[in-house]
């Protein structure tokens, strides 16, 4: 089943802001768009499947500027930073990235950002859809820090696939190839500055460009990048939501925040009940927001989880509309927030909130669909390449883009 994405319009106004790239994107004949924190965001050019062979053979470009610098320095920036996150950053040194979430005082999560450490006292927040900036900046108006936070002139875009490092090294040099999963560097372009991190939203070998002077150097930075991928068959696609299901990367505002609707009672899912525990480091000194709540999570445990899933039934090539309800006895007892078509594992996978006592792997599970009711089963995620292998691969082996499946 082919499910249609691209009615009804996003009307184009004032009000929702522009990239730097936007004017790019009619240029390649962009077919359809999300908002995300307030912004157009260019989804797909292409078939979305055909998107997904582009990135999982070749190399491709997104624009991800609707991803959000939350940009913090001051004399204490580390304090306040450390506050707003779970994750201890005195184990995050200068030039290291970390996947680090937000949460409030309940221990919900508020976003899931990569976070940029370049200097001491110097970061960024690369947000996904929320008000992090506003929320920073209520939390620090009543700290009594010393802080400064503001939202700088950097766009971001993804260089994704296996000839990504390909790309690179002719841009950048073969001093690119250093560069660690996680870890980031600032280099010069034609006379534009820019931060790399070797990070992205796909489980393959990929690259996060943040263009500085964005709003100026837009639209040069993406002529330069263009020219320079031809040699590469470099093609412009919106962010693969197969490729980055099959990697087991959850989406903030469906797969986490499942806060929009009312089977989730309007409460934010915290790191365990979404399998991210590994960002929750308690034993820190730090008394981050949302501790006290966590160590009780962690102590009393969850009654709800998102597993991952296979669904039977027909292909499912697009985005579903709604959450499918998982139903037991005629009554909804979960949802489904995410599911795909994955043309290399030829099954539909994706993700569902169901309560604790169905989450083991195997069981089995009732989704109630338009077309009727279908089975799905609790299964492993990532579904491809578990140990992510291919994206923390040493650059410089000969074997750093086999393809793994």
């Not at 999560?109 to 370049?118: A, D, F, M, Q, T």
């Not at 806060?259 to 790191?271: C, G, H, R, V």
């Amino acid at each position: 089943m082919r499910i249609p994405y691209d009615t009804p319009r996003i009307h184009m106004y004032t009000r929702i802001r522009k990239s730097p790239f936007f004017y790019a994107h009619q240029r390649h004949g962009v077919q359809s768009y999300t908002v995300t924190n307030r912004q157009y965001h260019p989804r797909h050019y292409d078939d979305m499947v055909a998107e997904y062979w582009k990135l999982v053979k070749d190399v491709t470009m997104w624009d991800v500027a609707a991803e959000r610098q939350v940009e913090i320095t001051g004399p204490d920036a580390f304090t306040l930073t450390n506050m707003l996150t779970p994750r201890d950053l005195t184990k995050c040194e200068v030039t290291q990235c970390k996947f680090a979430l937000n949460t409030d005082v309940d221990g919900g999560i508020i976003n899931n950002p990569v976070l940029l450490r370049l200097g001491e006292n110097h970061f960024w927040l690369s947000v996904a859809d929320g008000d992090v900036l506003l929320w920073a900046k209520g939390v620090a108006a009543v700290s009594g820090l010393n802080v400064q936070i503001r939202e700088p002139d950097v766009a971001p875009v993804q260089i994704q696939g296996p000839k990504s490092k390909d790309l690179m090294v002719d841009l950048f040099g073969d001093q690119i190839l250093d560069l660690r999963y996680y870890w980031m560097d600032q280099y010069e372009l034609d006379g534009m500055d820019v931060v790399i991190s070797r990070t992205g939203y796909t489980g393959e070998v990929g690259f996060e460009i943040y263009l500085r002077d964005a709003s100026r150097n837009g639209m040069k930075f993406w002529d330069t990048m263009l020219e320079a991928g031809k040699p590469h068959d470099l093609a412009v696609i919106g962010p693969s939501q197969i490729r980055r299901v099959e990697a087991g990367i959850l989406s903030y505002g469906s797969d986490i925040a499942l806060d929009n609707n009312a089977y989730s009672d309007y409460a934010f899912l915290n790191p365990y009940e979404v399998g991210l525990e590994y960002t929750v480091e308690l034993d820190q000194e730090a008394d981050f927001i949302g501790k006290e709540a966590l160590k009780r999570i962690a102590d009393e445990g969850v009654d709800r989880k998102v597993v991952g899933i296979e669904l039977m039934g027909d292909p499912l090539v697009g985005y579903i509309e709604d959450y499918l309800q998982v139903v037991e006895n005629g009554a909804q007892i979960g949802q489904v927030s995410s599911v795909f078509w994955s043309p290399r594992l030829k099954t539909n996978i994706g993700y569902a909130l169901v309560p604790i006592e169905y989450a083991d792997l195997g069981t089995e599970l009732t989704v109630r669909m338009a077309t009727g009711e279908v089975t799905a089963r609790v299964v492993e995620k990532p579904f491809i390449d578990p140990k992510k292998q291919t994206v923390k691969a040493d650059l410089r082996a000969p074997s750093a883009l086999t393809r793994l499946s």
